[in-house]
T-cell receptor
Framework: AQSVSQHNHHVILSEAASLELGCNYS??????LFWYVQYPGQHLQLLLK??????LVKGIKGFEAEFIKSKFSFNLRKPSVQWSDTAEYFCAVGWPEGYNKLIFGAGTRLAVHP | KAGVTQTPRYLIKTRGQQVTLSCSPISGHRSVSWYQQTPGQGLQFLFEYFSETQRNKGNFPGRFSGRQFSNSRSEMNVSTLELGDSALYLCASSLKEQRNEKLFFGSGTQLSVL
């Protein structure tokens, strides 16, 4: 069965620090990969997605993620975080045969201190 | 444009009862997915509907069911409620028929089973 692992459940950073959140998935076929974010009091929203092509994808608010097929990973990065990045981040995997079914990781709570 | 609307926002039920949750997708969106979110299990896929047809289903017991109407609005029903059904139920809609489209989530219905 497909699964998604997010290595860090809680991350605390100071503003301007760099961020990298790990995500690994288990599925041998073609995958589509996503990062969703939930800001305090808001809906889950899409941060970025990878379907094919350039394995380095850029999303909103300066976030990027790199798909490394050999490592089954899709890590999220941001060079310099801001207080407004405080949120919960979810990695998710889908696959062509699954329509809109996504398997989500457990989430990482990021707290950025000014 | 209005977002995904879920009603009611909160529900309190007792064991053995049944409950119906409602979701109105973004206008023009034809796909509606349902997810269960709990602190222990995270986000888990329940089912997806497209044009009134269920086209994917998660690993939940038959007590969980859903349907979609011709106007794309969707309902999910849980019968014979158990304490473990206490969760945030999220609905998500997407625009196109293509697989793994961007999902737009609602605020959810918080269900408490006593």
């Amino acid at each position: 069965a497909q699964s998604v692992s997010q290595h860090n459940h809680h991350v605390i950073l100071s503003e301007a620090a760099s961020l990298e959140l790990g995500c690994n998935y288990s599925y041998g076929g073609t995958v589509n990969l996503f990062w969703y974010v939930q800001y305090p009091g808001q809906h889950l929203q899409l941060l970025l997605k990878y379907f094919s092509g350039d394995p380095l994808v850029k999303g909103i608010k300066g976030f990027e993620a790199e798909f490394i097929k050999s490592k089954f990973s899709f890590n999220l990065r941001k060079p310099s975080v801001q207080w407004s990045d405080t949120a919960e981040y979810f990695c998710a995997v889908g696959w062509p045969e699954g329509y809109n079914k996504l398997i989500f990781g457990a989430g990482t709570r990021l707290a950025v201190h000014p | 444009k209005a977002g995904v609307t879920q009603t009611p926002r909160y529900l309190i039920k007792t064991r053995g009862q049944q409950v119906t949750l409602s979701c109105s997708p973004i206008s023009g969106h034809r796909s509606v997915s349902w997810y269960q979110q709990t602190p222990g299990q995270g986000l888990q896929f329940l089912f997806e509907y497209f044009s009134e047809t269920q086209r994917n289903k998660g690993n939940f017991p038959g007590r969980f069911s859903g349907r979609q109407f011709s106007n794309s609005r969707s309902e999910m029903n849980v019968s014979t409620l158990e304490l473990g059904d206490s969760a945030l139920y999220l609905c998500a809609s997407s625009l196109k028929e293509q697989r793994n489209e961007k999902l737009f989530f609602g605020s959810g219905t918080q269900l408490s089973v006593l």
